[in-house]
């Protein structure tokens, strides 16, 4: 399993944490790391989530260390081989490369496809997270039939389990892979930072305020249960973990 750090966005704290104010602490720089993962099994490969678009990026104001698909080719990986793409919530820096796998199976979390659909998600502090095209590409592959939608928790491939718990984006799955030494829980979007759940402090981007809370409390009864908790932004990954040989972007989890 390989975690590809693809870019970069520095911040503050104030930015990064929901309310920071609310903690009586100053202030402080802080960064963002984005990342998308690799189940590599050898004949075939499955993505978590493809990263963003980098001309979305450059719109945005991000800066992009590696494009999401030139780190996949650097480490080996031609899209033809990515037979089944994990999706774990709509938002841009995470979808923004669907178009890149014609081919590829999406496995989508069946709330954010309805929520998505609704005239609430057209409201400022959703639709600010979202590419329109982008949500076009998951739709043209419903169309298709390349789609299959999932909800609670349900193993979606052999080994990996999807887990629904919502919080920062109406239908936010993490993932729970099995290894032979330990289960790996790799959360994307449910914590952001290891200090996400640590110190159960909410990120900045919420849906659903209670949602989010009960998601860091689920993160931590898996982290006692002796699963290695991957957060979906935290710098640190790339301390914690050894790096892939070759690149200076990636580590194996």
């Given at each position: 399993?390989?975690a590809?750090?693809?870019g970069?966005?520095?911040a503050?704290?104030?930015?990064?944490f929901?309310n920071?104010?609310?903690?009586?602490?100053?202030?402080?720089p802080?960064?963002?790391a984005?990342?998308?993962?690799?189940?590599?099994?050898?004949?075939?490969?499955?993505l978590v989530d493809?990263?963003?678009d980098?001309?979305?990026?450059?719109r945005?104001?991000?800066d992009?260390l590696v494009e999401?698909l030139?780190a996949?080719?650097?480490?080996g990986?031609?899209p033809e081989r990515?037979?089944?793409?994990?999706?774990?919530?709509?938002?841009y820096?995470h979808i923004g490369?669907?178009?890149?796998?014609p081919d590829?199976?999406?496995v989508?979390?069946?709330?954010?496809?309805?929520?998505?659909?609704?005239?609430?998600?057209?409201s400022g502090?959703?639709t600010?997270?979202v590419?329109?095209?982008?949500?076009?590409v998951?739709e043209?592959?419903?169309?298709?039939?390349?789609?299959?939608?999932?909800?609670?928790?349900?193993?979606?491939?052999?080994?990996?389990r999807a887990?629904e718990?919502?919080g920062?984006?109406?239908?936010?799955?993490?993932?729970?892979?099995?290894?032979?030494?330990?289960?790996?829980?790799?959360?994307?979007?449910?914590?952001?930072?290891?200090?996400d759940?640590e110190?159960?402090?909410?990120?900045?981007?919420?849906?659903?305020?209670?949602?989010?809370?009960?998601?860091h409390?689920?993160?931590?009864?898996?982290?006692?249960a002796?699963?290695?908790?991957?957060?979906?932004?935290d710098?640190?990954?790339?301390?914690r973990f050894?790096?892939?040989?070759?690149?200076?972007?990636?580590?194996?989890?």
């Amino acid at each position: 399993m390989i975690a590809v750090r693809y870019g970069v966005m520095e911040a503050t704290r104030s930015r990064l944490f929901h309310n920071f104010h609310t903690y009586g602490e100053p202030d402080a720089p802080a960064s963002l790391a984005y990342y998308f993962w690799v189940l590599d099994e050898g004949s075939s490969v499955t993505l978590v989530d493809t990263g963003w678009d980098p001309a979305v990026a450059r719109r945005r104001g991000r800066d992009c260390l590696v494009e999401p698909l030139d780190a996949l080719r650097e480490i080996g990986i031609s899209p033809e081989r990515v037979s089944t793409i994990l999706v774990s919530h709509f938002h841009y820096d995470h979808i923004g490369n669907l178009r890149a796998f014609p081919d590829a199976e999406l496995v989508v979390p069946r709330t954010e496809v309805e929520f998505w659909a609704t005239p609430m998600a057209r409201s400022g502090q959703f639709t600010a997270h979202v590419e329109d095209a982008e949500l076009e590409v998951v739709e043209a592959a419903r169309a298709a039939g390349r789609v299959r939608e999932v909800g609670g928790e349900a193993e979606v491939l052999p080994g990996v389990r999807a887990i629904e718990v919502g919080g920062h984006s109406p239908g936010q799955l993490m993932f729970l892979v099995a290894h032979e030494r330990r289960d790996v829980l790799l959360t994307s979007d449910a914590v952001h930072l290891y200090e996400d759940f640590e110190r159960d402090r909410p990120s900045s981007v919420v849906a659903d305020l209670a949602a989010m809370y009960r998601a860091h409390a689920r993160v931590r009864d898996f982290a006692a249960a002796g699963a290695t908790v991957v957060p979906g932004h935290d710098p640190l990954v790339l301390d914690r973990f050894p790096a892939l040989d070759g690149v200076d972007f990636a580590v194996r989890i």
